[in-house]
């Protein structure tokens, strides 16, 4: 144990001159006031030496107090060699500029460096290890933390891109064609872009500013896109609105078929927000809100609880419901609450099947009020508050005249109705047989699919622990082959185990993965076929790169594997991007097999230190070679 002051045996004097030092902090404080001579009279010191070593504790106290953290770093006057190596440096750099324009520019406060000029600085600084890194920073007019964290990522063991010198891209580039002025633009725009490292805004402004041509974004863009030099990329297109489907449902009349679904509601109680799920159930011939259930989460329990109110409400049952495909929509539980009403599963993909519900909802995020409780409450108080919300609205929404119906409301369509016996034997017979159609088309898919991967995927959802009541789902997944359900499933375990599957996912978000790498894959082997038939034909876009990689050829192999990586994440093309891992993966296998794993990593460790490629796109190049190297079929 420490000992304290009081216990150690300090000499009179030293003590004295402690509490003479301590006498204005403990006056200031109100702990205590003593007067020297009490101090020195209570100790037994002398008050010249006393008073001598409390001056000297005050200066050494001083010493004592220092800032927090590392002393902040300064750049001193270099000497002579370092200053020439310095100006040496600046000077290389701008010859690099010079010769890659775009490699580093600013626009506004943002500044754009190119991986091309990162890989040069960081060549530069191992070449002159005698030389400070805030030196090299202030020479370069580079933030000191980004030049530390690009030597960072270099001491990780990332491979530097080799830059080829200029008789090396002059052999590689297409021989320009002569023709009138608008021409020269075009190939002044296409000699420019070949060499460019910035963005294409910033490109567009240099060629209208430094070089004279009269051309706008889109003019360029078409040039680039024409050549095949640049792909714009293009926003998703808006799905149809479907104006044929719409009153296309088949409905029958008044407590045929009601329509289920659950949304997220979110009650703001006390500055806090509590998440709470509220099922609706719907009838889709009068479009009449007759179940309502408000609880913690979507699960089974608030399906039977909803059709339970609904049947409350509307003194009857109806034939059918219609859910999405949510597994706990299909549980043994919700089948047996709801008998002998037919639960029927919603149409996959197409959210107008269940039109009634979606639209009651976005009826109620326009039309209700912010849920903001105020007072001291519990959650319990803010669900039954938000159920009595939903109630008021959508009983009120119930009597509301519609004019696409003669002015009656949903609650007068719904209780007017009077379905002779016949119609109701019929729409009976139109339900089951819409049930039989689809368990018979799922009964016989999975009679078609592989034994083997039903077991795989046996096995594979009881470790994931992930429910399928249904068995939908499961035979969704093994549509696909076994090489994209083993990815899927990597990828799904993968994500569990480091913590980024987002909440409340379920087998569909399995199947969301498997689908796209399917879908990758497809277009894969699409783009195989066209390259192949594009060799045949002589193509010359194919040709091109064809001779560029063959141009390559003398070069190192490393060298080599991370150049034609660069050349994949840089291109805007799916084919080129397709040829260039396809090359790099060549080059892996020209390694010996004991140093093909090293190779590979050194591929990938490339891949995803290139930060401005989308993540995706940086997992998809790693998959694409790691695939060609070591097949599994």
Same mark, same amino acid.
């Given at each position: 144990?420490?000992?304290?002051?009081?216990?150690?045996?300090?000499?009179?004097?030293?003590?004295?001159?402690?509490?003479?030092?301590?006498?204005?902090?403990?006056?200031?404080?109100?702990?205590?006031?003593?007067?020297?001579?009490?101090?020195?009279?209570?100790?037994?010191?002398?008050?010249?030496?006393?008073?001598?070593?409390?001056?000297?504790?005050?200066?050494?106290?001083?010493?004592?107090?220092?800032?927090?953290?590392?002393?902040?770093?300064?750049? @001193?006057?270099?000497?002579?060699?370092?200053?020439?190596?310095?100006?040496?440096?600046?000077?290389?750099?701008?010859?690099?500029?010079?010769?890659? !324009?775009?490699?580093?520019?600013?626009?506004?406060?943002?500044?754009?460096?190119?991986?091309?000029?990162?890989?040069?600085?960081?060549?530069?600084?191992?070449?002159?290890?005698?030389?400070?890194?805030?030196? =090299?920073?202030?020479?370069?007019?580079?933030?000191?933390? &980004?030049?530390?964290?690009?030597?960072?990522?270099?001491?990780?063991?990332?491979?530097?891109?080799?830059?080829?010198?200029?008789?090396?891209?002059?052999?590689?580039?297409?021989? !320009?064609?002569?023709? #009138?002025?608008? /021409?020269?633009?075009?190939? &002044?725009?296409?000699?420019?872009?070949?060499?460019?490292?910035?963005?294409?805004?910033?490109?567009?402004?240099?060629?209208?500013?430094?070089?004279?041509?009269?051309?706008?974004?889109?003019? =360029?863009?078409? $040039?680039?896109?024409?050549?095949?030099?640049?792909?714009? #990329?293009?926003?998703?297109?808006?799905?149809?609105?479907?104006?044929? *489907?719409?009153?296309?449902?088949?409905?029958?009349?008044?407590?045929?078929?009601?329509?289920?679904?659950?949304?997220?509601?979110?009650?703001?109680?006390?500055? %806090?927000?509590?998440?709470?799920?509220?099922?609706?159930?719907?009838?889709?011939?009068?479009?009449?809100?007759?179940?309502?259930?408000?609880?913690?989460?979507?699960?089974?329990?608030?399906? =039977?609880?909803?059709?339970?109110?609904?049947?409350?409400?509307?003194?009857?049952?109806?034939?059918?419901?219609?859910?999405?495909?949510?597994?706990?929509?299909?549980? !043994?539980?919700?089948?047996?609450?709801?008998?002998?009403?037919?639960?029927?599963?919603?149409?996959?993909?197409?959210?107008?099947?269940?039109?009634?519900?979606?639209?009651?909802?976005?009826?109620?995020?326009?039309?209700?009020?912010?849920?903001?409780?105020?007072?001291?409450? &519990?959650?319990?108080?803010?669900?039954?508050?938000?159920?009595?919300?939903?109630?008021?609205?959508?009983?009120?929404?119930?009597?509301?005249?519609?004019?696409?119906?003669?002015?009656?409301?949903?609650?007068?369509?719904?209780?007017?109705?009077?379905?002779?016996?016949?119609?109701?034997?019929?729409?009976?017979?139109?339900? %089951?047989? +819409?049930?039989?159609?689809?368990?018979? /088309?799922?009964?016989?898919?999975?009679?078609?699919?592989?034994?083997?991967? +039903?077991?795989?995927?046996?096995?594979?959802?009881?470790?994931?622990?992930?429910?399928?009541? &249904?068995? #939908?789902?499961?035979?969704? $997944?093994?549509?696909?082959?076994?090489?994209?359900?083993?990815?899927?499933?990597?990828?799904?375990? @993968?994500?569990?185990?480091?913590?980024?599957?987002?909440?409340?996912?379920? $087998?569909?978000?399995? *199947?969301?993965?498997?689908?796209?790498?399917?879908?990758?894959?497809?277009?894969?082997?699409?783009?195989?076929?066209?390259?192949?038939?594009?060799?045949?034909?002589?193509?010359?876009?194919?040709?091109?790169?064809?001779?560029?990689?063959?141009?390559?050829?003398?070069?190192?192999?490393?060298?080599?594997?991370?150049?034609?990586?660069?050349?994949?994440?840089?291109?805007?093309?799916?084919?080129?991007?397709?040829?260039?891992?396809?090359?790099?993966?060549?080059?892996?296998?020209?390694?010996?097999?004991?140093?093909?794993?090293?190779?590979?990593?050194?591929?990938?460790?490339?891949?995803?230190?290139?930060?401005?490629?989308?993540?995706?796109?940086?997992?998809?190049?790693?998959?694409? =070679?790691?695939?060609?190297?070591?097949?599994?079929?």
């Amino acid at each position: 144990m420490t000992a304290s002051i009081s216990d150690l045996e300090l000499p009179a004097n030293l003590v004295a001159a402690l509490l003479l030092l301590a006498r204005p902090h403990l006056r200031a404080l109100d702990l205590a006031t003593l007067s020297a001579a009490t101090v020195l009279e209570a100790t037994g010191a002398a008050k010249s030496r006393a008073y001598e070593l409390a001056a000297a504790l005050r200066g050494q106290l001083d010493e004592l107090v220092a800032p927090v953290g590392r002393p902040p770093a300064s750049v @001193g006057e270099p000497c002579p060699e370092r200053a020439d190596a310095l100006r040496e440096l600046t000077r290389r750099t701008l010859e690099h500029l010079l010769a890659h !324009p775009g490699a580093a520019q600013r626009t506004g406060a943002k500044t754009h460096y190119d991986d091309g000029f990162r890989d040069f600085v960081v060549a530069q600084c191992e070449a002159h290890p005698e030389l400070e890194v805030a030196a =090299i920073a202030e020479a370069l007019m580079l933030p000191i933390t &980004t030049l530390r964290d690009w030597l960072r990522a270099a001491r990780a063991g990332v491979e530097q891109a080799r830059v080829l010198d200029s008789s090396e891209r002059d052999s590689i580039r297409d021989e !320009p064609s002569s023709g #009138s002025v608008s /021409a020269l633009h075009i190939e &002044t725009v296409l000699a420019q872009w070949s060499s460019w490292r910035g963005t294409f805004c910033g490109f567009c402004e240099h060629i209208r500013t430094h070089h004279g041509v009269p051309f706008g974004r889109t003019a =360029i863009a078409s $040039i680039l896109e024409h050549a095949g030099k640049r792909r714009p #990329s293009k926003r998703r297109g808006r799905s149809p609105d479907e104006a044929a *489907l719409r009153g296309a449902f088949e409905s029958f009349f008044p407590g045929a078929v009601w329509v289920g679904d659950g949304c997220e509601l979110v009650v703001e109680l006390e500055g %806090q927000r509590f998440a709470l799920n509220l099922e609706l159930i719907v009838d889709a011939h009068s479009g009449a809100f007759v179940g309502i259930d408000v609880r913690d989460h979507e699960d089974a329990d608030a399906v =039977i609880q909803s059709f339970e109110d609904a049947k409350q409400t509307t003194s009857t049952n109806s034939l059918a419901l219609l859910l999405d495909n949510k597994p706990c929509n299909h549980a !043994p539980a919700v089948h047996e609450a709801t008998e002998p009403t037919l639960v029927i599963p919603a149409t996959t993909g197409r959210p107008q099947n269940k039109a009634h519900v979606e639209g009651a909802f976005g009826l109620f995020s326009q039309h209700a009020p912010p849920l903001r409780i105020e007072g001291a409450t &519990t959650k319990q108080r803010a669900r039954s508050l938000s159920e009595l919300a939903a109630r008021l609205f959508f009983g009120a929404l119930n009597m509301r005249p519609r004019a696409g119906r003669k002015g009656l409301s949903r609650i007068e369509l719904y209780r007017d109705a009077q379905p002779t016996t016949a119609q109701v034997e019929d729409a009976k017979a139109a339900l %089951q047989a +819409r049930l039989d159609k689809q368990l018979a /088309a799922k009964r016989t898919q999975r009679a078609r699919q592989d034994p083997v991967k +039903r077991a795989y995927l046996d096995d594979a959802l009881a470790q994931l622990e992930l429910s399928d009541p &249904t068995g #939908s789902f499961q035979s969704a $997944i093994a549509r696909y082959t076994l090489d994209d359900i083993t990815n899927g499933i990597a990828i799904f375990t @993968g994500k569990r185990n480091a913590g980024t599957l987002p909440g409340g996912v379920d $087998i569909r978000y399995l *199947l969301g993965i498997v689908r796209n790498i399917a879908h990758q894959r497809e277009g894969l082997a699409i783009a195989t076929a066209l390259w192949d038939e594009r060799i045949e034909a002589r193509d010359i876009v194919f040709r091109s790169l064809t001779n560029e990689r063959d141009a390559l050829e003398h070069v190192d192999l490393n060298a080599r594997l991370v150049d034609f990586v660069d050349r994949a994440l840089v291109t805007d093309r799916e084919l080129e991007r397709y040829f260039w891992l396809d090359s790099a993966a060549k080059v892996v296998l020209e390694h010996p097999p004991e140093q093909r794993r090293a190779a590979f990593e050194r591929a990938a460790r490339r891949i995803h230190t290139s930060y401005r490629v989308p993540y995706e796109q940086r997992l998809y190049a790693a998959r694409v =070679i790691a695939r060609k190297v070591l097949p599994l079929a």
